[in-house]
């Protein structure tokens, strides 16, 4: 009996070990993404910290993806989901559980603009995530509006680094008029519009990408969601 008490004692102390080595590791982890983040999203990047912030791209990219599916599974069509942001002002507005950030919706964290992932100083739109169903993408199945994530003036190192996963290359292609169709017209002032191969030969059949804008000024990524 007495061995079977210490033995206990001993797998809990081992398990408590293990546990403060974990809050450790990730109170380290949490201390060095701080850092790189107060440290800004414009200028040269290290390869260390672009891996890092490509990496929190393709997984919020996952994550968005997985509410929306989440919602389409329990009986909400993609062209009932909502898009409305916690500071919009019909986000409380009934029904939520067509609301994609609504927690009784798709409950999906709305992700405010990293400063290490996003460049500042920009307008119309603004740096930032946006994801809505506004327009359809050329090489999706049908010509209904399809459901596109965008991550609007991302660093050109991680912009590279993101099209050198997808295709193999850090070339980066021009996206004409990218704002009208990689961002719902709610949140700049040009008219959306479909989005074909004339607009971007590299882009055609791609259902992710990092591009420019005509000028090569602003650098998006952009992510087919939910193809239709």
């Given at each position: 009996m007495n061995s079977d008490k210490h033995s206990a004692r001993a797998i809990r102390g081992n398990a408590m070990i293990y546990i403060l080595i974990a809050l450790g590791l990730l109170g380290a982890l949490t201390v060095v993404l701080t850092r790189q983040n107060n440290q800004g999203g414009s200028g040269d990047l290290d390869a260390d910290r672009t891996?890092?912030?490509a990496s929190q791209i393709m997984t919020y990219t996952t994550t968005v993806k997985a509410a929306i599916d989440q919602m389409t599974l329990i009986g909400t069509p993609v062209s009932a989901i909502d898009f409305d942001r916690p500071?919009?002002?019909?986000?409380?507005?009934?029904?939520?559980?067509?609301?994609l950030y609504h927690p009784?919706?798709?409950?999906l964290s709305y992700s405010p603009p990293n400063p290490g992932i996003f460049?500042?100083?920009l307008s119309n739109p603004d740096a930032g995530w946006y994801v809505g169903r506004f327009n359809n993408v050329d090489w999706t199945p049908t010509t209904a509006q399809d459901v596109v994530l965008t991550a609007w003036g991302v660093n050109s190192q991680v912009c590279a680094l993101l099209n050198k996963k997808i295709t193999g290359?850090?070339?980066?292609p021009a996206l004409s008029s990218a704002r009208s169709r990689l961002?719902?017209?709610t949140y700049h002032s040009t008219a959306n519009a479909n989005f074909t191969p004339s607009d971007c030969a590299a882009?055609?059949?791609?259902?992710s990408l990092c591009v420019s804008t005509d000028s090569g000024a602003v650098f998006v990524f952009y992510s087919v969601i939910s193809a239709q």
């Open positions: 891996e890092l912030l500071s919009d002002v019909n986000f409380d507005t009934a029904p939520y559980t067509k609301k009784e919706g798709g409950a460049v500042s100083g290359s850090t070339t980066i961002v719902n017209v882009c055609e059949e791609k259902p």
